[in-house]
């Protein structure tokens, strides 16, 4: 381990030298505040013992700007002082220093205190390594904003949901299935596996929520689990961008794979949260928002992006559009007004 020590006096840095030369860990000696932060910027130790009293930056000075600095911030601090008056020591505290050993201190005391410093370091270090460890296997299941929701609030585990205003994009390769009957599961799931990843690309740049795979399809949520007041605008740019990108990604593949994307993006009230059982659930928005979405990308066909009349009202000053007509969706007495868009003309 690497511990950094701070002080002006050399025959401080001496002694702690002497004290500490037994152990196996590897000192690095400072005489100001400034060298301190520089030498603590390049080699970032494993912990700091810090003199209070030094000219120029003293040493609750140093303490402030390493915890300001958020790749130095966890790095534990032994005020190592003459100065042992209460407020000082609540002062340091206050700030983030871990230890506060006042002047002159036991040998042993120093060891035992640095040791704790090291073991309590090595044992964060595990914790957040094995976090992350846990972000970066979930991440790959579930959005990482649901990840993040979930770690800050794992009260939101829970079944149930509540009634908000989301905006549902779904999308589709039109033609798959009957691909999959002539193409060999290997390379037909490679295949849905490239499309996913280039429309996934698209749909994180407009911080859209992939709710599920569907076989070939794709069910993105915007507006939910964090708020976007231009939610409706971002389903729809991506959309468009997909559908602006595909003819270069269509360029790496054979022929007979050059599928095309439909898809169909309502917004309204939708419940979100948790369905499943208390074992083992899936977070997804149900409701006839839903519905709609998901029956105007059913009849959309050749790359057609069909939305209803809310989200083109929306969106039709950047968008090219036109209607096409009422379109009733089974279980709904009225019909709902479709129109189609694009990013160019489009001919009747």
Known sequence: MKILVVDDNPDNLELVSDILG?????????RDGL???EKAQAIVPDLILLDVNMPNMNGFEVLERLKAQ?????????????????????????????????????????????????RAKSTADELRVQEQRVRNTFERFVAPSIVEQLLQNP?????????QTVTVLFADLEG???????????????????????MVR?????????????????????????????????????????????????????LEHRLKVNFGIHSGLAVVG?????????RTAVGDTVNIASRLQSIADRGRILVSELVYMKTERFVFGRSRGPLYV???????????????????
């Open 22 to 30: 037994a152990t196996r860990h590897e000192l690095i000696m400072a």
């Open 202 to 254: 698209i749909i994180n740049r407009y911080e859209g929520t992939v709710d599920k795979f569907i076989g070939d399809g794709i069910m993105v949520l915007y507006n939910t689990p964090q708020p976007q007041e231009d939610h409706v605008a971002r389903a729809v740019k991506t959309a468009l961008h997909i559908q602006d990108e595909i003819f270069w990604f269509h360029e790496k593949l054979p």
């Open 35 to 37: 060298t301190a932060l």
């Open 330 to 348: 089974k279980g709904r007495s009225e019909p709902v007004l479709t129109y189609e868009i694009s990013n160019t003309w489009i001919e009747e």
């Open 155 to 163: 009260s939101a585990n829970r079944l149930g949901g509540d009634l």
């Open 176 to 198: 798959f299935t009957a691909l999959s009957e002539r193409t060999d599961p290997e390379t037909l799931l490679r295949l849905l596996n490239s499309y996913h990843t280039f």
């Open 70 to 118: 958020p790749a130095l911030a966890s790095i534990p601090v032994i005020m190592l002082t003459a100065i042992s008056d209460v407020d000082s020591r609540v002062r340091g505290f206050g700030m983030g220093a871990d230890d506060y050993l006042p002047k002159p201190f036991s040998p042993r005391e120093l060891l035992a205190r640095v040791d704790r410093s090291l």
């Open 274 to 282: 948790n369905v499943g059982t208390d074992h083992l659930m899936n």
